[in-house]
Every structure is written in C-alpha cells, then in structure tokens.
C-alpha cells in the first residue's frame, strides 16, 4: 500500500472492523466522480452529482452549528448515528464534544476510500466512535453498544435530506436492534427460573448426549429443508410427501402434527422451548427422528424414545455457559430466540449445499397465523375496521385452549395460558414487507427474526460461498440473501439421498472438573435460597396483617422498612460469571409486583404481597427441586 494516510487509516478501523477495512482496500476508485475542491475560505469540499456536500459558505462553521444545536451532549448512554462522512468535519465536532458513543454510516466505498486516502480523521480515531458501510453491520454496533435503557440519534448534513427515506431506515435498524435488548432480558427473566430448573434436571443426560458440533459435514453437498409452521408449510404438504427422500428434513416441534397426518417422517425435530409442550410430542414419528435441544429445553423431552439425541448449546443463553464449562467445551453457536434459527445452524453444521425454508412466512398471510394441520392451526389474523386494526384470534376457542394446555387436568391453568397468549399475540402486531413488496401483518419478534435470518444467511455465504439458500414460503415476508423459489421448481432437480444412521459419541468428561462446578453452582443457589426465604418471611407477615386490619398502620410501616432492607441484600449475593443473570431474574421476578401504585391503599399493597408471595413460593420449589437435581447428578459423576 502506498497511501501511507490510507494505510494507517484502514489499520486503525481493523481493530474494530476487519470486514470493512478489507473492503476498503479491495475497492476500486478509479472510476470515482468525487471531486475535491478548495473554497475561497480555504476549507476543503466534496463536490458530487452536481452538488457539494458541505456548506459552501463554510463546512466547520455548518457542524457547529449542528453539533450545537444537540440539547442531550452530555448524555453517556447514547448511541448518535452520523449520517454521511463527508470530509470528516461533523465526526471531527462530535467526537469533541458529545459523549455517548458514535456509528457514522457512511454507504459509499468510494467516498470513505477517497476521504481516508486524504488526510486522516481525528473524530475517527476516538475509542468511541465507530464507521460502518452496511445496514447489518450498524445492527450490530447499535445491540452491542446499547442495552434497554440506551436512547439513539441520528445527525446528518443539510445535503444528506435528499437521503431522508435511507436516513429513516438507518434510524429504523439501529432502534430494532436495541429493542432487541428489551426482548431478550424480558424473555431471560420470564424464563431463567425454569430454564435454572430444566438446565438442572436435564444435566446428567446433557453429560451423556453428543454435541450438534459432531456431525459436521456428514452430510456435505446435500439438501436440507426446514420447515417451521407458518402457512406455506400446509400449502406444499403434498410436495414434501412426495419427495421427502430427496432431502434431510428438519422439522420444528409445533410442526409434527401436521407431519404425521401425512406420513412424513422428519430426520431432525428442534425444540429449545423451556415450558412444557410435551404434547406436541405424542405422535410415532418422534420416535423414529433425532432431537435436537438445547439444554435448558423442557425437561421431558430428554426422556422422549427417539434414534438419538444431540445437544445443541448457544453460546450465551441461560446456564449454558455453565454446561459449557462443565463439559470444557467452547462454541458460537446461537439460538436467537428462535427455533428456526437453530435448524438453520444444524443444517449448515452438517454441511449442506442447499438449504430450503418452508414455513418460514414470518407474518399473516390469507389470515392464517399457521399451517392448516399445525398445533396453533385455529389462530387467525383478521383486520376489525371498527377498531381500525388487526386482532389475532381462535376461530374455535375451546380448541385453541386445548392446544396450549399445560396437562390435560389443569383446566384453570389452560385458560390462564390461552389468555394470555392471546393478549402477547394483539399486543406484538406490526406490519412487515412481504416478497411482492405489499405489507403483511406480523408479530414484532417475527419482524425482529426477518432481520436476524437475512444477517445469518450473508454470514453464512461468506464462510460458504457455494451455499445455496432458498426460501421456498412463497408469499410470505422478503428475507434478502435467500432466493425465493416455488418448492415444486426446487424439487425438480433433486435425486434422492441416502440417510445413514448417525453414530452417537458420548462428550470425554472431567468428572472432579464437573464436581467442582456443581458443588459451586449448588452453594450460589443455597444463598440465593436463603435470601428469598427472607423475602418469604416478611412477606408473609405483611399479607397477614394486612389481612387482619386492612390499613396501614404503623406495624405495617415498620416491616415495610424491614423488607426493603430484605430486598437490599441481593446486591451481596454471588455474583458468578454464570450465576449473575439468575440472580438478576429472581430479583426482577419478585419487584415487578411491587410498582408506583402498590402503596396507595391497604388494598393495592395486600394484593402487590400477596401476589409476591405466592411468586416466591414458587421461586422457592424451583430452588429446592434444582439443588436436588445437582445433587443427584454429583452422585452420577462421582460413580
């Protein structure tokens, strides 16, 4: 490289963005219409397309004035979106006096290569600030920079208006990105108590069960399908049928049903749902298909008779760092809070030329929330003009509850879990493209999943550029980096495929190194034990007193202070790279009772005690249960 400015420009970016600077260097700027002009003032300008990019009158002046004109400059926890580089005169005023962190998106290679080959830009090298070309790159930075609470802005030139659609849209990838946060610690702290419990009683088996990462490449130069249940699945029924020995079937769980009504047998079925949905499970071919979990996944589907079972452990989910340092094993693998994902993964694991999604609709199409035949069949989105919007629901509701259902004793139980589905279904509705470029209505994880599926697939064709990837749900949401393409058109040139038995190898373990980590995570849950039998206590007494005299009396004040003082000691509980999130779970678990209002009357502060209480009777048997379950398995690594 000759252009030692460039050079140590792109060096200083590949600390952060090996991907970028590659790019950088690759890019040919020969062919460049930029045009570097000096004005009267002597300041510097990019003329391009018949227009100069910065204020001709001054292009310092113009960035303070915007940079000044930002009310929040003090503000830490922000992530600000410079739209454009420029000459690097808005980066040059932001990095000197705004705190937060910085993205400038700038999407033209040729501009950051003709701007970083003239001079170097000193806002550029702040350890805070942070260039990117692609929209999936800025999700990235905008997730690991951001956590729930963060805010995000954007900033832009007077020439960058002309972009206003574009600038929306960065806006728009960044705030999805950080909804993320909010989703992910909702579902941790919803789901780490069974998740703890599922993680604990499924550890002996884990111990004995083979990893997804041993069947690599088995089945190299092959075709896979994935089939999760949206509409498309029941609209090609007919054709998977037909040449189900044509391609290696990954199936999701609430997909079986639908399967076994039509004598398909999948080779994989995928499950990481921590609660339990067992009954998805009572159909024969189960039986002859191998499972694939994650370890925190219902408990009873490690129990279930299958050909075999291999574990799946995402890197960063629940206990699953713990289980990996049990088993001395690292990976990158991710769930993402999808199913489908995860078969996704598999199937590219194993080595698969083409790879095909059916099912994969991702929004509400004709209606039909899932496939006809499917376990959720009878939900279906209608738009009610009175209420001008989509309401998602059963068109048989005694149905819809049965296929919910927790055991088939526990009506009570069934109808709670029906109607609460039902209102995180009309609460999570949002509009999505589809493949004709109209809007479909949607969840806003689904919407969330569209963005994640597009980032694995150009992920995934850069480690594998012979990979093929079809999307094969036609009609549903436009996911880039897949071809869309009819099942019937993809059949066609598929020879059948030979399905050997797998061979399961059972993980080489370090039994004292596994004794070790359980007695240590045994003694974090015996303390945390402790301190939610405190919380029981006071607790407890408050409900009683309450219930006795109905006012807040100074009795009830004075163990009102006792149990803030409770509540205070969770700060000294461990505080484990593995146990943190539990921790942080059980505490969120017991306050979201306790908000703004629950002290305004003797009533609202009964029923916010009462209600605690009986969260922390059911925090306390899932401690209970999970010690012993680590205890049962210490005596199996000990034998």
């Known amino acids: 490289m000759e252009n030692k400015v460039l050079e140590e420009n792109i060096s200083h970016i590949a600390r952060y963005n090996k991907r970028l600077s590659d790019e950088i260097l690759r890019f040919n700027c020969e062919k460049s219409t930029l045009e570097l002009v000096q004005m009267p003032n002597n300041e510097f300008n990019l003329f391009t397309n018949g227009s100069f990019i910065h204020d001709m009158n001054g292009a310092q002046d113009e960035t ?92 832009f030139l007077n020439y960058h208006k002309k972009f206003l659609d574009d600038i929306k849209d960065v806006l728009y990838t960044a705030q999805k990105a950080q909804a993320r946060h909010r989703g992910d610690k909702g579902t941790l702290y919803k789901k780490i108590p069974m998740a703890l419990y599922n993680s604990c009683i499924n550890l002996e088996k884990i111990l004995k069960t083979p990893n997804i990462l041993d069947l690599k490449d088995i089945y190299k130069g092959k075709t896979a399908i994935c089939l999760s249940a949206g509409p498309s699945l029941a609209e090609n029924i007919e054709i998977i049928k037909k040449n189900q020995d044509k391609f290696v079937i990954f199936a999701l769980n609430p997909t079986i049903k639908l399967l076994a009504k039509h004598d398909i047998q999948p080779d994989f079925i995928l499950y990481i749902e921590t609660i339990n949905n ?56 991710q769930t993402m809070g999808t199913v489908s994902y995860m078969a996704l993964m598999s199937a590219f694991i194993m080595g698969f030329e083409k790879i095909i999604l059916i099912g994969q609709d991702l929004a509400y199409k004709d209606g039909n929330c899932y496939a006809k035949g499917s376990h959720y069949e009878n939900l279906k989105c209608v738009f009610k003009k009175e209420l001008n919007k989509y309401v998602i629901e059963p068109d048989n509701i005694e149905e819809f509850e049965k296929a919910v259902k927790l055991s088939a004793k526990d009506t009570q139980a069934m109808k709670l879990n029906a109607k609460r589905y039902l209102e995180f279904l009309n609460n999570n509705i949002a509009t999505i493209k589809a493949q004709d470029g109209s809007l479909l209505p949607t969840q806003t994880g689904y919407a969330i999943f569209v963005d994640i599926f597009r980032k694995l697939a150009k992920d995934l064709k850069e480690i594998k550029p012979t990979l093929k990837l079809i999307n094969s749900s036609i009609g549903g949401a436009q996911i880039d980096n897949f071809e869309n393409l009819e099942l019937y058109e993809v059949v066609r040139n598929l020879n059948s495929i030979e399905k050997p038995d797998l061979k399961l190898k059972q993980p ?132």
């Open 508 to 639: 080489v373990l370090d039994k004292n190194h596994i004794k070790n980590n359980i007695q240590k995570m045994k003694n974090n849950l015996l303390a945390l034990k402790d301190f939610v039998l405190e919380v029981r206590e006071i607790t407890s007494k408050l409900c009683d007193e309450l219930n006795i005299k109905s006012e807040i009396n100074q009795k009830v004040i004075n163990l009102l202070k006792e149990q803030s003082l409770i509540f205070k000691k969770i700060e000294f509980l461990p505080k484990d790279k593995y146990f943190n999130i539990v921790v942080e779970s059980f505490e969120n678990r017991i306050s979201s009772y306790f908000d703004e209002n629950y002290l305004k009357s003797p009533e609202s502060c009964f029923k916010a005690n009462s209600d605690a209480l009986k969260a922390v009777d059911w925090l306390i048997e899932v401690l209970n249960k999970s010690i012993k379950k680590l205890t049962d398995c210490e005596l199996f690594v000990l034998q």
């Open 64 to 155: 303070k004035r915007i940079v000044n004109s930002i009310k929040n400059k003090d503000e830490k926890n922000i992530v600000r979106i410079i739209y454009g580089l420029g000459l690097g005169y808005l980066v040059d005023e932001a990095a000197r006096n705004l705190q937060g962190k910085i993205i400038v998106y700038e999407p033209d290679l040729n501009l950051i290569k003709t701007v970083l080959s003239l001079a170097k830009i000193d806002g550029l090298y702040k350890n805070n600030v942070f260039l990117c070309s692609d929209k999936d790159v800025l999700s990235e930075y905008a997730y690991a920079l951001t956590d729930e609470n963060s805010n995000i802005s954007i900033t």
């Open 278 to 333: 067992i009954a998805q499970f009572q159909y024969d071919i189960v039986k002859n298909s191998y499972l694939i979990l994650e370890p925190y996944c219902y408990w009873k589907t490690y129990t279930l008779q299958s050909k075999g079972i291999f574990n799946y452990i995402s890197e960063n989910t629940f206990l699953n760092p713990w289980v990996l340092d049990c088993l001395k094993s690292k990976t990158n693998l």
